[in-house]
Structure formats: structure tokens, C-alpha cells
């Protein structure tokens, strides 16, 4: 395997936390290897400044593998940069180009305020989940796993949706910080199997107004967060929720 | 220190249900007094969280992620065991527990692993009712698969994403307790200190992660669910904030560390391509049900692979092993890819790395075919490598995945501190020197869901208790002792970074504490970790202040804890003169290279007791004998 190196020009949004005012910050490295992942470019950059008596820049990782959703990189106004369903952590510097100029912003919404530099607060998803993305089942209470069949095409599709990892790419790329997608999906993922059905009207309900309170804006069918999907959740997710939330009102 | 297993007595398959008939009660009423402190939010920790809650008890849950949903347990691909014998194929909860005990070469506790396999199936059933997407067969009903090979189909999975779709069933059954007010959700804040009060572990110390807070929390028990030590090689296929912290600071109050050498090396990894690596990563081992591994028999050759001709490559595991060829376990596969490339046969850049051809299975099943199976990992692969592995050979080399060892726990799963639970990766207990594949999953949700609500409860009912009371002076002491660790890692401003001294740490167990282990290599290790240690306390350069959020902080204070650990494992593979599981020791293997298990004098669960720490680490061996009642130890053999 042959490498070949590059120098990549930085601007990254650094910001103290989040009372203060932020501003782009200009940084060069040179001998960037083409094997690197993006966040591995990063973390030679705080290797460097580190050493120079400088500020690492904060970002959020953790598996590095493209599941867990930590990371939230917003490149060239890009969520989770140039490369179709690929997290951050897993776009590597190949895809970059001698010379270039890459731009990193925070995944910017008024539900997610900045903590420092790149690493926001989502905390906001944590609480649609709480208030009703769950089905109410009890340790203990549950009847034989094959006691209820599932058509394997519902399965499947439940999958689909329940492969969200929370990272707010959604949210970042949305022009009005909508969390449809994101609150959407789960509630798309529990209605296609039967053991969603008890609480259907309830979940879609409060996991909608919880959406609202958050700050997090309407939907207005951009699909901006289906293209910058890591896992690749369709926007069919949303039309569903909105089916869902009007029928629920009747409902009751 | 005394060991006390607390195995109950009577027939195997009767351990659990005379024990849990003879488990003292709490009542609701009295339930709603207690606390319980959980810390971690993987399968382990999420699924105890909400068990307890929906018992009743007040629960805090502590978790160093942005969300409880990011837990390491998100990243497990392959599936769950469990001996539902869907398949009608033979199998059932005595096979589940016989593969286990076997498979972790009779080195963990046969009342424990019978009980895993027992409650196994009680996991698939709540899993299912949280609408966790298991795969399904035309019928509907539930898919099983051959996994890790095992002779029946016991793997329940849902595609490559398993352990995220178990997680976050556990995670919503956790948010719905939040919802409910039982459980207080503490993200962000990563555990420092245990708080022991007369003997008893009574609470614990946290730093906030964004605001630099140190604050202190009392309860009735505290349950550790932080999972496993990987990372102190530096490199391995944790995610990158998976520590050993709290579970080494429990250790330093008094908590027995058990069996710090068990560590199982995954054969399939991509390959390190440079110094800048900062994680490896995993690639299903059912890919070696069709890839053939190799190697060119000529260390010098420098032919592109397509243009190695067919008596030029060496085959090593279909020679060495004729009748498992490349599906041998884990840690076989493993220690023949670090010989081979010690003899100098490796590929690619860095030598360190072999190659696993799928050339045959294409001409055989087509590309489709092929695609059909591994696309995902394929391309995954290419994303990564920026080759493509249907027209050349993926690189893979072995990496550190899972330790087995862990603090020590008895049959309730409760540390020899009392009021100290462990569960998940994070104890010792279930997988002795080697797990198997689809059952990390299994025993931190058993763990979580369906042994420690009970034995926990048993636990508080059983105790007299005070009150918690955080202004008792040992939660002063303990945060004193955190805070003073911080100020003198920012204080020192050296010359060098915290990853640099993590780099170089792991350097030192991957080439004498990693997939051989050797007396000499060992003492050497021990050697070089005290002295990059002190080094480490007199040159390290972390940047910034506390009172804010500072990521290589974090690491700086993990990295410490790395370094003491780093030593305990090699003594730990030092003391134990034999070979089993993933624990090899180059002196004792037969002439052909097989592992030689000496049952008569190791046959223990080795529990280290910390004693102090003064330039060198003092630690005292206890042991716990492992005794056969149920099944016999037998030898492993895959030729």
C-alpha cells in the first residue's frame, strides 16, 4: 500500500463555550497522509498544538466506526462531510485533494447549543426518546419472543428505521434545525411491528410536542436530512409521523 | 481478603432457582427507600438501570457520553446466543453452557456460566417485546445462525448491528424509567473515585465532563457496568473513551482485580496503516468462512498478490490445521498471524498484516454471490483501506477486543467490597480466558436484566444501612484525592503529550503482554512500564485547565490509571506458568505450537489485592480454586 502525503488548509469554528462568541480559526498541516481519517487529521492538528502551548480543538468521537453517533462534523457546510452515508469517522483524507481548503463548523441549531469549539449539547434527543420512544414493557413481563410473528418485509423495514445513531446530521443540515427525521424514525421503527401498537397514539403525540418544546423547528419537506444521513433513513419517516400525529388527535 | 464465591449448594440446574427462593424480599414500600447508583449506560448498565427502577428503587445512572445510547455495546455486529433451539437442531441450555465453560478453557466458575445460559433465553423474549428488529425468517418467526463456530444455530442478530439494536432497546426501557422520575440521568459525568464507608462501598465521586464540577454521590450500592480495559494498548477495537478508571479506582479501594492477563486478540482487523492510527477496526469473522488467509512463502517477495502463483503462497492455517483450516477459534487464528509475520512473511507497508483472499470463493460463487454475503464489509473495507477487495486481497491483522478479566464478583455478582455490584465486561466472571463469539451481548444483558435486581435486592435487605450522606468525611477525602490527581497531571507541563505516553504504553503490552507472552518478555515489561511511568508523572504535557471541558485532560487521567493496570496484567501472565484460552505463554506449548493447560496448579481465578504504589505497583495474589463438579476438563485440540 503506497501513501502520498498533502497539505490541507484548516478554518475551524472555535468558540469557548456556550456564552461566548465564536470565530473562525485558520490552521495549515502539511504531511497529511491519505490513510488518515478525517478525525485522525484532527488529531495530529492537536498534537501540534498541544505541543505549541495552543487550544486543542474539541470535537466529539468515540466508537470511530460510524455507530455510536458521537460525531457531528459539519465540513464545507456539509454534515459529516462530502462522502454519501459515511459518518465523519469514517471519511478518510483520500477523498481530499492537495491544497484544499476544508471548513468545520459545529452541527449549528438553536436545540443544540455549542459547548466548546465543535462539541454541541443533544441532549434535546435524549428527551424526545423519554418522553415516548420506548414500548412500555416491563423486565421480566414479556411473553415468548415467537409467541407474535412479524412479517419479515414489516421486520425488515422497522430496521431500517431503527438504524438511526442519533448523531443530529438531521438536524444540522435541516434550514429550519427540524428533528423530524431523527423523532420520526422511531416512531416509524415501533409502528411496523405489532408490539408498537398498544401505545402508538400516545408516543407519536408526546414525542411530537417534546420535539416542539426542545426549540427544534417544522418540517417543510426540504430533504436535506435524508441526503446528509449517515445510515440513510428516508424522509418517508416524516410523512409517517405526520400521518400518525393527525390521526392520533382524532383519535383521542 | 477473603473470597467467598457463594455458589449455592445442590445439582447445576438448580443453583439459580434455590437460590432466588431463598433470596430475601423487599417490599414496594421499602424498596422506595433505597438508592442505587449505576454507572455506565451500556447493555449492562441501561438494562439494570431500568430493572431496578422498575422495581422501584431511586436510581442514579452515570455515563461519560453526550447520551446513554453511545455505550461501546453499540458498536457489537455480530448477534446474541441464546439456546431457544428454534432451529430443532440438538441444541439446548446444557450445550450453551458446555460450549462456554470449554471455550474459556475451564478458567471461570461453572454455577455462574450455567446461570447465563439458563436467563439466555428470557434476553430474546424481552428483547423482542421492546421491538428490538431481530432478523426473521418468511414465516415471521425468529432467524438463527451459526456464529463463532458453534455446532448449532444459537445466534440471534439483528444484520451486522446487533449490539446498537440491544442497546437501545436497553437505553428506551432506561429513558422510559428517566420519564417516570425513578431513575436521575447523569450524562457527561465520568466516575473517579468509589466513596467506602466502614467496608462498604457507599457512593462515588464524578467530575462533570462539560463544567469541570466535582461533585459527590451517596447511595445504597453502587452497580460498575464500564465495561472493558482494551484500550490499554493504545490501540484495539474500543471506541476511543472506553477506560479502566472507575473499575481501577474501585480496585485501589479495596475491589480484587481478577485475571488481568485474559484478553482476547480478534484475528480479522484492518491492518494499522500509520503512526497517526487511533483506533482499529473490526471486520466480522464470518468472513473467514469464505476468505482463505495467506501469506507469500518468500519473506522477500515483492510480487503484487495476483501475481503470486499458487506453490509460492503459504496457506498456514489449512496446513497447520487440516480440519479447521481457516475457521479455527479466535486466539489459534490470532497467534498464527503474529508468528507468521515475526518470521518475516507479512504484507503490505508495515509487514504487519496477512492476507485473506477471497479469489477462490469469487470463481466459485461469482461476485454476486460474494456480495450478497459481505457487501457491507466489503465496502466497508474499501472505505477504509481504499482497496477494493473483490479484485485484490483485504489485509487483515489481529487487534485487541475484549478482556475477560475484570474485578472480582461472587455468584450475586457483588465484589468482596460489599454494596460494590460489577456487571458486563467490566467483572470477571462468565468467559474465564476466552469468550466466545455472540456471548459478550449475552452476559451483560443477563447481567442487567435478569441477575442483579434480584441479588442486589438481597443484598439491601440483608444489610443495616445509615442513611447515605455525602457530608460523611469520606466523600471529602476521596474528592480531595481526585481533584489533587488533576492538578498535578496539568501541573507538570511537560514535554510530551498523553497520547504519545499512551502510544508508547502500548507498545510495550502488545509486543510482551499481547498474543505470546514469554517469563523474560514479561519482566522486561515490568520494567519498562515503571520506568515510562515515572516519566510519564514528571514529563507529560496536558494542555488547558479543569474548569472547563478539556478532552486530553480526560485522557491524562485515564492513561495514569493505564499505566498501573499495564503492570498488574504483566505480572498476572507472569504468575501464571501455563498456557489457556487466550493467555499464551511460549514455555508451555507442545512442539507443534498448541497451548498446555496445567489444571493441577492453575486451575484458580487469580484476584489481585492493591497494596500500594511506590515507583513499583504491590499487589497481593489470592486465589480462588475452580473446581470441575459437572463437567470434565479436557484438552482443546483443531488439528
Keep these: 500500500m503506497s501513501s502520498s502525503t498533502m497539505t490541507i488548509h484548516l478554518k475551524i469554528w472555535r468558540q469557548k463555550n456556550s456564552h461566548s462568541k465564536g470565530r473562525f480559526e485558520t490552521y495549515t498541516l502539511d504531511q497529511v497522509d491519505e490513510h488518515m481519517s478525517f478525525l485522525e487529521m484532527l488529531d495530529v492538528l492537536n498534537e501540534q498544538l498541544i505541543m505549541e502551548d495552543g487550544d486543542p480543538v474539541e470535537f466529539d468521537y468515540d466508537c470511530r466506526e460510524g455507530i455510536c453517533g458521537s460525531c457531528n462534523l459539519v465540513i464545507n457546510g456539509k454534515a459529516h462531510g462530502p462522502k454519501h452515508l459515511t459518518a465523519v469517522c469514517q471519511l478518510h483524507m483520500r477523498n481530499y485533494n492537495d491544497g484544499d481548503t476544508v471548513v468545520i463548523e459545529p452541527a449549528r441549531a438553536a436545540a443544540f447549543p455549542v459547548i466548546k469549539d465543535l462539541v454541541v449539547d443533544r441532549t434535546a434527543f435524549d428527551r424526545i426518546i423519554e418522553a415516548g420512544g420506548y414500548v412500555s414493557v416491563k423486565t421480566g413481563s414479556a411473553p415468548e419472543a415467537n409467541l407474535i410473528p412479524v412479517n419479515q418485509k414489516k421486520a425488515n423495514q422497522a430496521f431500517d428505521f431503527a438504524t438511526c445513531i442519533g448523531c443530529g446530521a438531521c438536524v444540522a443540515a435541516c434550514p429550519n434545525s427540524s428533528a423530524s427525521l431523527f423523532t420520526g424514525a422511531k416512531i416509524a421503527h415501533l409502528n411496523k411491528l405489532p408490539q408498537g401498537q398498544p401505545e402508538r397514539n400516545e408516543r407519536v403525540l408526546a414525542m411530537v410536542d417534546q420535539m416542539q418544546k426542545e426549540g427544534f423547528g417544522d418540517c417543510s419537506n426540504f430533504a436535506e436530512c435524508e441526503a446528509v444521513c449517515p445510515v440513510g433513513i428516508s424522509i418517508s419517516a416524516i410523512a409517517e409521523m405526520r400521518r400518525d400525529y393527525m390521526k392520533a388527535l382524532f383519535d383521542d | ?87 430443532n437442531d440438538g441444541d439446548s441450555i446444557w450445550r450453551l453452557f458446555y460450549d462456554t465453560i470449554k471455550g474459556g478453557d475451564y478458567r471461570s466458575r461453572e454455577a455462574n456460566v450455567y446461570r447465563l445460559a439458563e436467563v439466555a433465553n428470557e434476553i430474546i423474549d424481552q428483547a423482542v417485546a421492546q421491538g428490538v428488529p431481530f432478523a426473521r425468517e418468511y414465516s415471521g418467526l425468529l432467524d438463527n445462525r451459526s456464529f463463532g463456530g458453534a455446532q448449532v444455530s444459537r445466534t440471534f442478530y439483528a444484520r451486522g448491528q446487533t449490539g446498537q439494536q440491544l442497546l437501545l432497546g436497553a437505553y428506551q426501557a432506561m429513558m422510559k424509567m428517566v420519564h417516570t422520575g425513578k431513575i436521575d440521568y447523569h450524562p457527561r459525568k465520568e466516575m473517579l473515585d468509589l466513596v467506602v464507608i466502614d467496608g462498604q462501598a457507599r457512593g462515588i465521586i464524578t467530575r462533570d465532563l462539560v463544567s469541570g464540577a466535582m461533585e459527590k454521590w ?39 482485580f481478577a485475571n488481568p492477563c485474559y484478553v482476547q486478540i480478534h484475528p480479522t482487523c484492518i491492518p494499522v ?42 496457506y498456514y492455517l489449512e496446513e497447520r490445521y487440516p480440519s479447521f ?31 485473506l483472499d477471497f479469489r477462490d470463493a469469487i470463481l466459485r460463487d461469482g461476485e454476486d454471490g460474494i456480495r450478497a454475503k459481505y457487501g457491507n464489509l466489503f465496502d466497508m473495507y474499501e472505505n477504509i483501506t481504499g482497496e477494493n477487495p473483490y479484485k485484490v486481497p483485504m489485509r487483515i491483522f489481529p487487534a485487541v477486543h475484549y478482556t475477560m478479566g475484570g474485578l472480582w464478583v461472587d455468584y450475586d455478582l457483588m465484589s468482596n467490597v460489599p454494596g460494590l455490584f460489577v456487571a458486563g465486561e467490566a467483572n470477571f466472571s462468565d468467559h474465564g480466558a476466552n469468550r466466545l463469539g455472540a456471548s459478550a451481548l449475552m452476559q451483560g444483558l443477563a447481567d442487567g436484566y435478569f441477575v442483579l435486581p434480584y441479588t442486589l435486592g438481597n443484598f439491601i435487605a440483608d444489610s443495616d ?37 499512551h502510544r508508547d504504553l502500548g507498545n510495550i503490552l502488545w509486543d510482551k503482554v499481547g498474543i505470546s507472552r514469554s517469563r523474560e518478555g514479561l519482566q522486561q515489561a515490568i520494567n519498562d512500564i515503571q520506568v515510562l511511568r515515572k516519566e510519564f508523572w514528571q514529563n507529560v504535557r ?6 472547563y471541558y478539556n478532552k486530553y485532560l480526560e485522557f491524562a487521567c485515564r492513561v495514569a490509571d493505564f499505566f498501573e493496570l499495564a503492570e498488574l496484567m504483566a505480572e498476572d501472565a507472569l504468575q501464571r506458568e501455563e498456557s489457556c484460552g487466550c493467555h499464551l505463554r511460549e514455555e508451555f506449548q507442545s512442539e507443534e505450537g498448541e497451548a498446555i493447560r496445567n489444571d493441577e496448579k492453575y486451575s484458580y481465578v487469580a484476584a489481585w489485592e492493591y497494596k500500594g504504589l511506590n515507583g513499583k505497583l504491590e499487589e497481593k495474589l489470592h486465589k480462588e480454586d475452580l473446581e470441575f463438579e459437572f463437567v470434565e476438563p479436557t484438552q482443546r485440540s483443531y488439528k
Design chain 2, 465 to 501: 444501612l445509615s442513611r447515605p450522606d455525602t457530608d460523611h468525611e469520606a466523600f471529602e477525602e476521596a474528592l480531595s484525592a481526585s481533584k489533587a490527581q488533576i492538578d498535578k497531571l496539568l501541573a507538570i507541563k511537560g514535554n510530551k503529550t498523553v497520547v504519545e505516553f
Design chain 2, 542 to 547: 496536558v494542555p488547558g485547565e479543569a474548569g
Design chain 2, 325 to 355: 483450516g481457516n475457521l479455527v477459534p479466535r486466539d489459534v487464528a490470532s497467534r498464527n498471524a503474529k508468528i507468521v509475520t515475526d518470521e518475516g512473511m507479512g504484507v503490505g507497508a508495515t509487514g504487519k498484516a496477512v492476507y
Design chain 2, 218 to 256: 451517596a447511595a445504597d450500592a453502587v452497580v460498575l457496568c464500564t465495561g472493558g480495559y482494551g484500550n490499554v494498548f493504545y490501540l484495539s477495537t474500543n471506541a476511543k473513551n472506553s477506560n479502566v478508571t472507575a473499575a481501577w479506582r474501585c480496585h485501589k479501594r479495596g475491589a480484587a
Design chain 2, 273 to 314: 496503516s500509520g503512526d497517526y492510527q487511533s483506533k482499529l477496526t473490526l471486520m466480522s469473522e464470518s468472513l473467514r468462512n469464505d476468505g482463505r488467509v495467506w501469506v507469500p512463502k518468500d519473506p522477500k517477495d515483492e510480487r503484487k498478490a495476483d501475481k503470486i502463483p499458487e506453490e509460492d503462497r503459504y
Design chain 2, 1 to 87: 481478603m477473603k473470597l467467598d464465591s457463594k455458589v449455592p449448594s445442590g445439582p447445576l440446574e438448580e443453583k439459580w432457582s434455590k437460590h432466588l427462593n431463598e433470596i430475601k424480599l423487599l417490599s414496594p414500600n421499602n424498596k422506595r427507600k433505597h438508592s442505587v447508583i449505576v454507572v455506565g449506560t451500556g447493555l449492562a448498565g441501561a438494562s439494570a438501570a431500568a430493572s431496578l427502577a422498575e422495581l422501584g428503587y431511586h436510581v442514579k445512572v452515570f455515563c461519560i457520553q453526550d447520551s446513554g445510547r453511545r455505550a461501546h455495546s453499540i458498536a457489537a455486529q455480530g448477534g446474541i446466543n441464546a439456546a431457544k433451539n428454534y432451529p
